[in-house]
Each structure stands twice: as structure tokens, then as C-alpha cells.
């Protein structure tokens, strides 16, 4: 079945860095573009990094640009989002998911890991 796992969160001090990952499995990763988001308690979930099917593009919201960049390894089935320079208001669950680019735009989410960024 189709499983999109993520890992890597955890609490860090501002400044300091995490990197997650997401490993997918249950799908042809190569033909889904993949994106992180994120959700704080009581806000609503917002995207984070999205990153094309072979990895030739990429887009960040503001709140993140120059410090978090996403990648993927389609051999691993895996996409990752580097968090540097982390701020508390970077706090929130880091969701990944998966977006089918022909047919029916098919969309897959993971449970979530939590960051936490504070002293």
C-alpha cells in the first residue's frame, strides 16, 4: 500500500539545523512531485518546499527562502527538506506529500514529524 513515512524532526535551538526525510514506497515516486508542508497549533497548514518529479524545480515560501531547500533521490524513493537557521516560529508538524503530475493528480500525505525550535 502506499506509504509516505517521515522522519528527522525533533527539537533544536534556534539557529541550529534538522533535516527531514520522507521515504515513499507503495507508488512510482518518479512520476509525483513532491512538497513539504507544515502546521502550527491553531494555524492552518501551509506549504513549506515543493520540488518537481526529477528534481530540475523548486519552490519555497518567503518564510523559508535561503534557509530550507528540498531535494529528492528518486533512486531512495526519498525526499528531504534541509532546515537551517531555524527559527522558534518554525515551530509545527512537517507533513510531506505527493501529487501524481498525469491521470487522476492522485495526492498522498504522511502522518507527520514534529520540529520544535526553541532555547
Known amino acids: 500500500q502506499v506509504q509516505l513515512v517521515e522522519s528527522g524532526g525533533g527539537l533544536v535551538q534556534p539557529g541550529g539545523s534538522l533535516r527531514l526525510s520522507c521515504a515513499a514506497s507503495?507508488?512510482?515516486?518518479?512520476?509525483?512531485?513532491m512538497s513539504w508542508y507544515r502546521q502550527a497549533p491553531g494555524k492552518e497548514r501551509e506549504l513549506v518546499a515543493a520540488?518537481?518529479?526529477?528534481?530540475?524545480?523548486?519552490n519555497y515560501a518567503d518564510s523559508v527562502k535561503g534557509r530550507f531547500t528540498i531535494s529528492r533521490d528518486n533512486a531512495k524513493n526519498t525526499v528531504y527538506l534541509q532546515m537551517t537557521s531555524l527559527k522558534p516560529e518554525d515551530t509545527a508538524a512537517y507533513y510531506c506529500?505527493?501529487?501524481?503530475?498525469?491521470?487522476?493528480?492522485?495526492?498522498?500525505w504522511g502522518q507527520g514529524t514534529q520540529v520544535t525550535v526553541s532555547s
Open positions: 520540488i518537481t518529479n526529477t528534481g530540475a524545480r523548486t
Open positions: 507503495g507508488f512510482t515516486f518518479s512520476n509525483y512531485a
Open positions: 506529500k505527493a501529487k501524481q503530475l498525469a491521470g487522476w493528480g492522485y495526492e498522498y
